[in-house]
C-alpha cells in the first residue's frame, strides 16, 4: 500500500487520502473537495452516504473535470 499512488492519470504524486476504491495526493484530494463544494451543499452529505461504488462513479465524474482543467492550455493546442 506504501507505493500506491494518486489514481489521476499521469499524476505520481504520494497518496493523501481515500476516494472511493481509489487514493488521491493531497493537491487533488482538496480539487476534489472544492468541486463537491462547487455541486452544491448536499453534494457533502451524499457522499458520505454513498456506497464505494457510487464515490468512484462520482470520482471518475470529477476526473473528467479537472483533465480538462489541466489540458486546457496544453502547448500547441488547437480548439
Ligand atoms: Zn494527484
Known sequence: MSEQACSIHSCKARVYAPAGT???CKEHFL???KWRRRKGPGM???YGAMTMEE???LVA????TIRLEEL???PG???
Open 72 to 74: 486546457s492550455t496544453p
Open 61 to 64: 465524474e470529477w476526473a473528467k
Open 55 to 57: 464515490r468512484d462513479a
Open 31 to 33: 480539487d476534489f473537495v
Open 77 to 79: 493546442a488547437k480548439r
Open 44 to 46: 457533502f452529505h451524499k
Open 22 to 24: 481509489g487514493s488521491l
